[in-house]
């Protein structure tokens, strides 16, 4: 493995960082990371590939979506039927 974080694949910079993917892009939006460094697996082509409009986009998501997703609430029991029965 490389010393240098810029040489690094996504997987392991999700490993190092323990923030996933989505803090790998966050490093390429930022412009720490070269988005030409990434790689899938030896493909040619990127892996992700950054543009403006992209950029505004990911910047939009992170502030619009909350942190961590709801859950569903649980249906409440059916007290009549559960009376009805008894």
């Given at each position: 493995?490389?010393?240098?974080?810029?040489?690094w694949?996504?997987?392991?910079?999700?490993?190092?960082?323990?923030?996933?993917?989505?803090?790998?892009?966050?490093?390429?939006?930022?412009?720490?990371?070269?988005?030409?460094?990434?790689?899938?697996?030896?493909?040619?082509?990127?892996?992700?590939?950054v543009?403006?409009?992209?950029?505004?986009?990911?910047?939009?998501?992170?502030?619009?979506?909350?942190?961590?997703?709801?859950?569903?609430?649980?249906?409440?029991?059916?007290?009549?039927?559960?009376?009805?029965?008894?």
């Amino acid at each position: 493995m490389s010393t240098s974080p810029k040489d690094w694949k996504p997987r392991q910079l999700a490993e190092h960082w323990t923030c996933g993917y989505e803090h790998v892009l966050k490093l390429i939006t930022d412009g720490d990371l070269p988005a030409h460094n990434i790689a899938t697996r030896g493909a040619s082509r990127p892996l992700y590939r950054v543009r403006d409009e992209d950029r505004l986009a990911f910047e939009e998501c992170r502030e619009v979506r909350p942190a961590t997703a709801s859950r569903p609430k649980k249906r409440p029991r059916n007290t009549d039927v559960i009376e009805f029965f008894k």
